[in-house]
């Protein structure tokens, strides 16, 4: 089965397409790329990490929906935090997204691009209708 590109490459705010697919379906996968706390004009979030942690998940849930999934579907995911001492501010707003089957996650301390806090990507099983 081939591979399936979904959505269009984000536009920064530069106005610039950015060089990746929002999410690739390979067979039953959905692989999401990062999201940042970027708003619908390619704008970082002003806020803390609770704020931006939010627009991150909202991110996720539209891309998602691109391949006709939820994040009921993830099963991994991997977090990246700009500062380590945000993690359980971080912590409370991610679980307020996932019921009682949480996936996988990795999280790790980085420097991220812009002015981002936080950035996750996702692994879901959607199987094709």
């Known amino acids: 089965m081939p591979l399936e590109y979904l959505g269009a490459p984000p536009i920064a705010s ?3 397409a950015r060089p990746f697919s929002p999410a690739v379906r390979a067979g039953d996968f959905v692989y999401v790329s990062g999201q940042v706390p970027a708003n619908a004009q390619g704008e970082i979030v002003a806020g ?3 704020v931006q ?4 998940m909202e991110n996720l849930k539209s891309v998602l929906a691109l391949a006709g999934a939820t994040l009921d579907d993830v099963c991994k995911s991997t977090v990246w935090l700009h500062d380590a001492r945000d993690f359980g501010a971080f912590n409370r707003v991610y679980m307020s997204y996932f019921g009682e089957n949480k ?3 990795s999280t790790t301390e980085a420097r991220l691009m812009v002015d981002a806090k936080v950035e996750i990507d996702v692994v879901a099983y959607k199987p094709k209708a």
């Not at 942690?53 to 991150?56: D, I, K, L, Y």
């Open 14 to 16: 530069d106005r610039q």
């Open 48 to 50: 803390g990490i609770e």
């Open 53 to 56: 942690t939010r627009q991150v």
């Open 103 to 105: 996936p996988a996650r």
